[in-house]
């Protein structure tokens, strides 16, 4: 149990920091009604001049699931942080690796031009 201590202590700070602001946003925040010209639906604060249902470029959901990929990885190293002591060298030598073998993917991508914008 005590090696989840600190997780948990990191979801209770974070549940009070985004509750704060939330109740704060709410308190202190502008109120105003909505209207009909603010329910529009806009793009990038311009009006949409396209017909819905256009594809995107591929090129979007690529990088949204090389994103997701990663996320999900970084998120693996973190029960191995908060039991480093007692994994000893194998835990060590196996977090490597897979450090490793992530540093080899996200190069791989890079060189592709997988995270270049167009």
Same mark, same amino acid.
């Given at each position: 149990?005590?090696?989840?201590? $600190? +997780? /948990?202590?990191?979801?209770?700070?974070?549940?009070?920091?985004?509750?704060?602001?939330?109740?704060? %946003?709410?308190?202190?925040?502008?109120?105003?009604?909505?209207?009909?010209?603010?329910?529009?639906?806009?793009?990038?604060?311009?009006?949409?001049?396209?017909?819905?249902?256009?594809?995107?470029?591929?090129?979007?959901?690529?990088? $949204? +699931? /090389?994103?997701?990929?990663?996320?999900?990885?970084?998120?693996?190293?973190?029960?191995?942080?908060? %039991?480093?002591?007692?994994?000893?060298?194998?835990?060590?030598?196996?977090?490597?690796?897979?450090?490793?073998?992530?540093?080899?993917?996200?190069?791989?991508?890079?060189?592709?031009?997988?995270?270049?914008?167009?």
């Amino acid at each position: 149990m005590h090696n989840f201590l $600190a +997780i /948990l202590l990191t979801l209770v700070i974070t549940a009070i920091t985004v509750g704060g602001a939330l109740l704060l %946003s709410a308190l202190i925040g502008p109120k105003s009604k909505m209207t009909r010209e603010k329910e529009r639906p806009f793009e990038c604060g311009n009006v949409p001049f396209e017909e819905p249902g256009k594809q995107f470029p591929i090129h979007f959901y690529v990088v $949204a +699931i /090389l994103f997701i990929v990663f996320d999900i990885e970084v998120i693996f190293l973190y029960p191995w942080i908060s %039991s480093f002591g007692t994994v000893g060298r194998y835990g060590f030598a196996g977090a490597m690796f897979f450090i490793l073998i992530l540093t080899f993917g996200l190069i791989y991508e890079w060189l592709r031009g997988g995270l270049e914008w167009h």
